[in-house]
């Protein structure tokens, strides 16, 4: 079964003191880096570790092929960032609750947060969802709502959100079915609910959008941006999908 950990927002000076805690506590266990990552004008500082590499776990890949890609920040997360960012919270959403699958250092998380979003922030990994609660924190003063989240054992309740939003998730061919028929349960009833997939083209994404359908799910729009940087050049692709007939 899949477990949660719920975190709830507490007193601004209880928060305070929480947020930095954590953060000297993850700065002790690992060997750590922080960037400085653009959203549009705006700079957020992203605690990270060093080098993913030190995280891999022998016994952790052969129980579930488990790597540990959280820890890196990826082209699809920088590009989704800021368009949500962009296009705020919409003033016909009454409950503008938002869930992050694979939130990975929290970047998506924390533009959603500016932007006027309700955030839950899911991962596979429990630390994922320490070092997003930090960069939350030092970015915002406050923290997001975290769950620990296998796709695979979904819990019986996993809520109702008007968005969903997930960077780069796409890359092993079992996760496209996975992924769509947790859309289908968690996405709120009404014309307004969407997700918001970004892709850079991995090897399930063409099996995701051919099984949307099944699901009761479609393609509403797509946008294509450039990611730059370095040696590093993709085109992102944003899907925003909807529920048949809204």
Do not use: K
């Amino acid at each position: 079964m899949a477990e949660a950990n719920g975190h709830e927002a507490a007193s601004p000076g209880v928060g305070s003191r929480a947020g930095a805690a954590l953060r000297r506590a993850l700065e002790r266990e690992f060997t750590t880096a922080v960037d400085a990552v653009a959203v549009g004008e705006w700079q957020v500082e992203l605690l990270r570790p060093r080098n993913s590499d030190d995280l891999i776990s022998e016994a952790d890949f052969v129980r579930d092929e488990r790597l540990p890609y959280w820890a890196d920040l990826w082209p699809s997360a920088r590009t989704l960032a800021p368009y949500l960012l962009e296009r705020g919270v919409p003033a016909d959403v009454p409950h503008p609750r938002l869930l992050e699958l694979g939130c990975g250092l929290g970047l998506v998380t924390i533009a959603a947060m500016r932007a006027g979003w309700d955030v839950t922030a899911t991962d596979y990994y429990a630390d994922a969802l320490r070092f997003t609660r930090a960069n939350a924190w030092t970015a915002m003063r406050r923290e997001p709502a975290t769950h620990l989240l296998d796709w695979r054992a979904l819990p019986a309740e996993i809520g109702s959100y008007e968005r969903i939003v997930a960077a780069d998730v796409l890359y092993e061919h079992a996760y496209a079915p996975l992924i769509s028929s947790l859309l289908a349960r968690a996405l709120a009833p009404g014309g307004r609910s969407e997700a918001v997939i970004a892709d850079p083209g991995r090897i399930a994404a063409p099996a995701f959008l051919e099984g949307l359908a099944a699901d009761g799910l479609r393609v509403a729009a797509t946008e294509t941006r450039p990611f730059v940087e370095g040696t590093i050049r993709q085109q992102i692709t944003l899907y925003t999908i909807r529920r048949a007939g809204s």
